[in-house]
């Protein structure tokens, strides 16, 4: 991977987050990694927090994996945290240009886009256990 991969971790509210750093720009690898970590975290549909203190703008490769099949597979719900004003226009765009068939919110920060992504937790099923059988 050419640039630096983005922290990717599951929290204990079941909200997927996603910090991409200090990047002018996103890129594909990037974005792919994000995915492969999510799947490899926890292989399920969840809601995802997007955090960066950059532009958080994308590249066009990037935008297009992002509202793919791949990723519609695994986001309940997108929150991405936009903390400067090229960073609103740049999501502006993003929706709309490419609008991701998951529900999808900008929020100016953590707290707000958490709350609003809590209402897309769904708790992981449990395993089923094999049942118990009388002895014979």
Not at 63 to 77: D, K, L, N
Not at 81 to 96: C, D, K
């Amino acid at each position: 991977m050419a640039t630096i991969p983005p922290k990717v971790w599951l929290g204990d509210d079941g909200i997927l987050r996603i910090d991409y750093g200090m990047r002018p720009r996103i890129e594909l690898d990037a974005i792919r990694f994000a995915y492969q970590e999510h799947l490899r975290i926890a292989p399920r549909p969840l809601p995802v927090l997007i955090l960066g203190q950059g532009t958080m703008a994308a590249t066009p490769e990037a935008e297009a994996f992002s509202s793919g099949p791949e990723v519609r597979a695994v986001s309940r719900a997108v929150a991405v945290v936009v903390s400067n004003q090229l960073a609103r226009m740049a999501v502006r765009f993003y929706l709309r240009f490419r609008p991701p068939s998951y529900p999808f919110r900008a929020f100016a920060n953590q707290e707000e886009a958490l709350a609003w992504l809590h209402q897309y937790v769904v708790p992981p099923q449990a395993p089923e256990h094999a049942t118990a059988t009388s002895l014979e």
